[in-house]
């Protein structure tokens, strides 16, 4: 049997206007996006943290650095495939996520069946493998103020 570890990741940007939403990998029609260097998916970034963790690899800031030109405004979907490939020069692959992604607006469940299938496919697993959740914060804080979102991941990684 090989090993197996665990790993959280936390990711949050601040919502603007004149930005696409991105979640998941998916674009969803919304007025206002997340701000970042890149894409900012904050579900994405939360996984690929867990990932990382995970496997005593760091962080998403330390591999792909916002102060890199060559990730600016990039697809975090590709941030996520390169995190997969990352962890694998360990010997690690992905045995399953679950995630949850904190926003007021826009609801995301109509869209989960799709960010589970797009991020089982970046990551090479089966879509049963990737549990996606949504809650509010019942309007406190900055996401009950609709300021930003955030993400949490717990990941399991297997050699």
Not at 10 to 28: C, I, K, S, T, Y
Not at 123 to 150: H, N
Request: hydrophobic content about 40%.
């Amino acid at each position: 049997m090989g090993k197996i570890r665990v790993g959280f990741g936390f990711d949050v940007h601040r919502l603007v206007e004149g930005r696409e939403l991105w979640l998941g990998g998916v674009r969803l029609d919304h007025f206002m996006g997340l701000l970042g260097h890149s894409d900012a998916d904050v579900l994405i970034h939360a996984i690929c943290d867990a990932l990382l963790g995970a496997a005593n690899m760091r962080d998403i800031g330390y591999h792909f650095p916002d102060t890199g030109e060559e990730f600016h405004n990039i697809d975090s979907k590709i941030l996520l495939r390169k995190t997969v490939e990352l962890i694998g020069t360990k010997g690690y692959r992905v045995g399953n996520v679950d995630a949850t992604v904190c926003t007021e607006r826009p609801k995301l469940k109509p869209h989960i069946p799709a960010m589970q299938a797009c991020l089982a496919d970046v990551m090479g697993i089966d879509a049963d493998d990737v549990s996606v959740k949504a809650t509010t914060t019942e309007k406190l804080g900055f996401t009950g103020r609709e300021e930003g979102i955030s993400a949490y991941a717990t990941v399991l990684i297997e050699s």
